[in-house]
T-cell receptor, first 112, second 113 residues
Framework: DQQVKQNSPSLSVQEGRISILNCDYT??????FLWYKKYPAEGPTFLIS?????DKNEDGRFTVFLNKSAKHLSLHIVPSQPGDSAVYFC???????????FGKGTRLSVIA | DGGITQSPKYLFRKEGQNVTLSCEQN?????MYWYRQDPGQGLRLIYY???????QKGDIAEGYSVSREKKESFPLTVTSAQKNPTAFYLC????????????FGPGTRLTVT
């Protein structure tokens, strides 16, 4: 049973427009969420995170929104650039010394 | 430079042979992890270790073994019992405080024929 779901396997966006990547979770014990970015044949790199005490965290072009009642988070990238083309993984932690739980990823393609 | 190294980048083995993938970190992190990535499957946890000389099975541990004799090293052995060993293997580490941000190595692509 998937506790972290990324229901869109892929997404295509025009350069300069907004990219919105979505993530849903089922475990109400999750209290910390992270987004990772992965290029082919490389390890994922940390992008941005959010704690459950917040509903928004911003870092440059990247903003993560958390809706705890809906158990939903989203990553917004504005403006999208061709270098943003990668697979994005959502991950969640319950802070109880258990490993991060990852979604299956969404492949973002930013078209010039 | 602090980081995680995995070697080799590409590894080829014949079916029936055991193979060990290397993972070393100089970040002084307590926790280390092994993941496997297959197309459309995301990152699946194989084994993890929170402290030296201790490790736990992840979601797909069958056919794999690990050791954690040193803080900086967490090698993964893919045994002949693993039915579908061909995959991209990722090692990661974290400070061990609350299991938040994990740092990943560059990965090893294992091909078994």
């Amino acid at each position: 049973d998937q506790q972290v779901k990324q229901n869109s396997p892929s997404l295509s966006v025009q350069e300069g427009r907004i990219s919105i990547l979505n993530c849903d979770y089922t475990n109400s014990m999750f209290d910390y969420f992270l987004w990772y970015k992965k290029y082919p044949a490389e390890g994922p790199t940390f992008l941005i995170s959010i704690s459950s005490i917040k509903d928004k965290n911003e870092d440059g072009r990247f903003t993560v929104f958390l809706n705890k009642s809906a158990k939903h988070l989203s990553l917004h990238i504005v403006p999208s650039q061709p270098g943003d083309s990668a697979v994005y993984f959502c991950a969640a932690s319950d802070g109880r010394n258990t490993p991060l739980v990852f979604g299956k990823g969404t492949r973002l393609s930013v078209i010039a | 430079d602090g980081g995680i190294t995995q070697s080799p980048k590409y590894l080829f083995r014949k079916e029936g042979q055991n193979v060990t993938l290397s993972c070393e970190q100089n970040l002084n992190h307590d926790a280390m992890y092994w993941y496997r990535q297959d197309p459309g499957q995301g990152l699946r946890l194989i084994y993890y270790s929170q402290i030296v000389n201790d490790f736990q099975k992840g979601d797909i541990a069958e056919g794999y073994s690990v050791s954690r004799e040193k803080k900086e090293s967490f090698p993964l052995t893919v045994t002949s019992a693993q039915k579908n060993p061909t995959a991209f293997y990722l090692c990661a580490s974290s400070p061990g405080q609350g299991w938040d941000e994990q740092y990943f190595g560059p990965g090893t692509r294992l091909t078994v024929t």
